[in-house]
């Protein structure tokens, strides 16, 4: 299984970015195969801090929730396959700057209860620079 987020870069506040997070070996569908993710979380790590939830998506429902700090800004969704998840970020503010991370559990874990501890599956995380 592996996940990679891309789509990171230097934008001004107020800019909008989206983040791709592709997945092999494991897809977000409601088939219920073993071969899916149960969930698709979307995390961020700022140096010296802990890495933080952002918003997650249910793969067999298609229920979306957001941390307080990105609701209403941040949208997920994923594409028809379920091998493309995608983080759209709008009205980016500078404190939004950090590495983002994708990552999937196949267990049963529910909003909002998703931590790191929780998923298992990461990629690489991709950075968001957002310059006042």
């Known amino acids: 299984v592996q996940l990679q987020a891309s789509g990171g870069g230097l934008v001004q506040a107020g800019d909008s970015l989206r983040l791709s997070c592709t997945a092999s070996g494991l897809s977000c569908t409601a088939s219920g195969r073993t071969d899916t993710m149960t969930v698709v979380g979307w995390f961020r790590q700022v140096p010296g801090k802990e890495r933080e939830f952002v918003a997650s998506?249910?793969?067999?429902?298609?229920?979306?929730y957001y941390e307080h700090f990105v609701k209403g800004r941040f949208t997920v969704s994923r594409d028809n396959a379920g091998t493309t998840m995608y983080l759209q970020m709008d009205s980016l503010e500078p404190e939004d700057t950090a590495v983002y991370y994708c990552?999937?559990?196949?267990?049963?874990?529910?909003?909002?209860?998703?931590?790191?501890?929780?998923?298992?599956?990461w990629g690489e995380g991709t950075l968001v620079t957002v310059s006042s």
């Open positions: 990552a999937a559990s196949t267990g049963l874990v529910q909003a909002p209860l998703i931590t790191p501890r929780v998923m298992d599956y």
């Open positions: 998506f249910n793969c067999y429902s298609g229920l979306s």
